[in-house]
């Protein structure tokens, strides 16, 4: 009897994602290996660049107050989880280059829904909890290093993730800012991988450049066309910039994954790749 795979089942769901994690283990790991090195080579960076820093402020370190490399590692790390992530979306569909991978993805025995999640959970969820092992790998490997290179290793401090994405109101506008933008750039770079199966990350980075750049010379002659002064322009406060930026990226994403779903689906007519 013939499976129905028209619609979502949990168990099923279940059987795709140990089969494509099955398959393809061998890639997953060294992928997440190579970020792990990177994170260790640059952490090995930071101690090694923080450390005549360090000593330099020792005499004056009650007025700095905290270890001044926990604000580059901070910053690092930020960049690392937006950078690292659209590169990870940006290999969702990367291995549906050839008819013979495709005609492979068509055949597994479950629904598109499903097929479609499995890669989303390893690439999006996936890399957030890679990225927190190898940023705590990194973590501990800092404080190690630097707790041995300095002459005073009591005055060395172990990141607060916590302490860094809070301020008085709550969470950082920072840190919201942050993940925001991975929200937006993942889904965007994973619809570029579907899209484009050969290099991606380099089309998915050229054509939003290419899209910004028009976008801030139409605002910027808009802006000297009409002849706007500051005094024209309304400010917006704090709190509904944020609301902004909430909706423009619930928006994206929204967008970007029914646009994506809509291409994988059309894998069932394969001579439209």
């Not at 994690?21 to 080579?41: D, P």
Request: proline share 3%; aromatic share 16%.
């Amino acid at each position: 009897m013939k499976k129905n795979t028209d619609t979502f089942e949990l168990k099923r769901f279940g059987e795709t994602v140990r089969k494509y994690a099955g398959e393809h283990w061998r890639s997953l790991a060294m992928k997440a290996g190579v970020m792990t090195g990177i994170f260790i080579i640059a952490t090995i960076f930071i101690v090694v660049n923080t450390r005549n820093y360090f000593e330099a402020v020792n005499s004056y370190y009650s007025f700095y107050g905290e270890d001044p490399s926990l604000d580059i590692f901070w910053f690092l790390l930020q960049a690392a989880f937006i950078l690292c992530g659209v590169i990870s979306a940006s290999m969702t569909f990367g291995d549906l280059s050839t008819k013979e991978t495709r005609l492979n993805e068509l055949t597994v025995p479950a629904a598109q829904s499903e097929k479609f999640l499995t890669r989303w959970l390893f690439y999006v969820p996936g890399f957030v909890v890679v990225f927190t092992v190898a940023a705590a790998v990194s973590e501990m490997l800092r404080f190690g290093l630097l707790s041995a290179v300095v002459e005073c290793p009591e005055k060395v401090r172990l990141l607060n993730p916590a302490y860094m994405m809070t301020d008085s109101d709550g969470i950082s506008t920072e840190c919201q800012l942050t993940v925001l933008s991975f929200l937006c750039l993942q889904s965007l770079f994973m619809l570029g991988s579907i899209v484009w199966h050969k290099a991606s990350f380099v089309k998915t980075f050229l054509a939003l450049g290419l899209i910004a750049s028009a976008y801030f010379f139409i605002g910027y002659f808009t802006v000297v066309l009409l002849d706007l002064s500051p005094e024209s322009r309304f400010p917006l406060p704090k709190n509904a910039m944020l609301i902004v930026a909430y909706c423009l990226t619930a928006f994206i994403v929204v967008f970007c994954y029914a646009v994506a779903w809509i291409r994988y689906k059309e894998m069932e007519i394969i001579n439209r790749w």
